[in-house]
C-alpha cells in the first residue's frame, strides 16, 4: 500500500530553536495534512494543504506542500516546551477518501 | 461546539470477545472515519462512512464492521477479538468526506485485549 516516509523519526533539541521535519512518498497527494498528538490524546490538526506549491503558516508552525506533490514539510520556529509531542504528516490521494500517515516525528526539547 | 466524542475512553477485553466502540462527529459534519493506531506507529484507516453509506475501507479483515445512523454518529464493531487488536481507535470527522475536506479526530478509545 501506499507509505509516507517521515524524517527525521526523532529530534532532540533546546528551547528556543528551530525545527524542520518532512515527509515524501513515491505517490502523488491531492491534500497534505499535518498533525499533532499528546501521549493519550487524538491527532490534533495543525495544518492543511490543498495546492502543489502552496506555504501556510499558523503562528509559529510554516507549512509547505512540494510542487511535485510528492513531499510536505513543517518549520516550527522558536521552539517552546509546550511543542513536545509526535507530529504526523498524513496524506491524501487522488480520488481515495482516506487518510496516509506517515510513522511520525518525535519532537523532545530540553529547557 | 463539541468536537469529535468517543466513547468508552478506555476498554479491556478477552480474546475472542466482541468490542463496540462509538462517535459522535462534529455537529454538522456528516463523514466519519475510524482509524486504528497500533503503539509507536501512524494511524491506519479501517472504514469512511459518509451519509449513512461506506465510502472506503482499509486493509483490516472481515471481523471488522462498522456503520452511521440518521444523525451521523458512527459504532465500530470488532469480533473475535485477538490480542494483535490492542490499539487505540481513533474516530475522525470531516465535513463531506470528500477531497479537500479537514479531518478531525477525537481522543480514541484505547482497547486493550488479554
Known amino acids: 500500500g501506499q507509505q509516507l516516509n517521515q524524517s527525521?523519526?526523532?529530534?532532540?533539541?533546546?528551547?528556543?530553536?528551530?525545527?524542520?521535519?518532512?515527509c515524501t512518498s513515491s505517490s502523488i497527494f491531492n491534500t497534505w495534512l499535518w498533525y499533532k498528538q499528546d501521549p493519550g490524546e487524538g491527532p490534533v490538526l495543525l495544518i492543511?494543504?490543498?495546492?502543489a506549491g502552496e506555504l501556510t503558516s499558523n503562528g509559529r508552525l510554516t507549512a509547505q506542500f512540494g510542487i511535485t506533490r510528492k513531499d510536505s514539510f513543517l518549520n516550527i520556529s522558536a521552539s517552546i516546551?509546550?511543542?513536545?509531542?509526535?507530529?504526523?504528516?498524513?496524506?491524501?490521494?487522488?480520488?481515495a477518501q482516506k487518510l496516509v500517515f506517515g510513522q511520525g516525528t518525535r519532537l523532545t526539547i530540553n529547557p | 461546539?463539541?468536537?469529535?466524542?468517543?466513547?468508552?475512553?478506555?476498554?479491556?477485553?478477552?480474546?475472542?470477545?466482541?468490542?463496540?466502540?462509538?462517535?459522535?462527529?462534529?455537529?454538522?459534519?456528516?463523514?466519519?472515519?475510524?482509524?486504528?493506531?497500533?503503539?509507536?506507529?501512524g494511524p491506519q484507516f479501517i472504514f469512511q462512512y459518509y451519509e449513512k453509506e461506506e465510502r472506503g475501507r482499509g486493509n483490516f479483515p472481515d471481523r471488522f464492521s462498522a456503520r452511521q445512523f440518521p444523525n451521523?454518529?458512527?459504532?465500530?464493531?470488532?469480533?473475535?477479538l485477538l490480542l494483535g487488536d490492542s490499539a487505540?481507535?481513533?474516530?475522525?470527522?470531516?465535513?463531506?468526506?470528500?477531497?479537500?475536506?479537514?479531518?478531525?479526530?477525537?481522543?480514541?478509545?484505547?482497547?486493550?485485549?488479554v
Request: hydrophobic content about 30%; some cysteine; proline content about 4%.
Open chain 1, 48 to 51: 492543511a494543504l490543498y495546492k
Open chain 1, 8 to 22: 527525521p523519526q526523532s529530534m532532540f533539541i533546546q528551547e528556543g530553536e528551530d525545527v524542520s521535519m518532512n
Open chain 2, 1 to 41: 461546539d463539541a468536537g469529535v466524542t468517543q466513547s468508552p475512553t478506555h476498554l479491556i477485553k478477552t480474546r475472542g470477545q466482541h468490542v463496540t466502540l462509538r462517535c459522535s462527529p462534529i455537529s454538522g459534519h456528516k463523514s466519519v472515519s475510524w482509524y486504528q493506531q497500533v503503539l509507536g506507529q
Open chain 2, 72 to 80: 451521523y454518529s458512527s459504532e465500530l464493531n470488532v469480533n473475535a
Open chain 1, 81 to 95: 516546551p509546550s511543542d513536545v509531542g509526535i507530529y504526523f504528516c498524513a496524506g491524501q490521494l487522488e480520488g
Open chain 2, 88 to 113: 487505540l481507535y481513533l474516530c475522525a470527522s470531516s465535513r463531506t468526506g470528500f477531497r479537500d475536506t479537514e479531518a478531525f479526530f477525537g481522543q480514541g478509545t484505547r482497547l486493550t485485549v
